[in-house]
Nanobody
Framework: VQIVESGGGLVQAGGSLRLSCAAS????????IDWYRQAPGKERDLVAS???????NYADSVKGRFTISRDKVKNLVYLQMNSLKPEDTAVYYC?????RGQGTQVTVLS
């Protein structure tokens, strides 16, 4: 199983980024896919989830700003992040079941 996150980077507050999660070696279309994030010195927190049927769930801190979606044909999951804030700065991880990737760094400058 290989999970690869991409799309992170450096952005000014108010900007946008789109993260991608690519999974291989697992039938990810049958799984709930989660995006977590972990800031330095803090616990890893759930940001957003999407079920195999497309139902979504968001942390209160990102509701209205982040959108999770999936492309079952391409076996990709996206996290569209708009109106970014400095407090969104973290390493973002994609989880497929118990498997996760190495993460992608998101840094939001004030």
């Amino acid at each position: 199983v290989q999970i690869v996150e991409s799309g992170g980077g450096l952005v000014q507050a108010g900007g946008s980024l789109r993260l991608s999660c690519a999974a291989s070696g697992v039938a990810s279309m049958f799984y709930v896919i989660d995006w977590y994030r972990q800031a330095p010195g803090k616990e890893r927190d759930l940001v957003a989830s999407i079920s195999s049927g497309g139902s979504t769930n968001y942390a209160d801190s990102v509701k209205g700003r982040f959108t999770i979606s999936r492309d079952k044909v391409k076996n990709l999951v996206y996290l569209q992040m708009n109106s970014l804030k400095p407090e969104d700065t973290a390493v973002y991880y994609c989880y497929v079941g118990q498997n996760r990737g190495q993460g992608t760094q998101v840094t939001v400058l004030s």
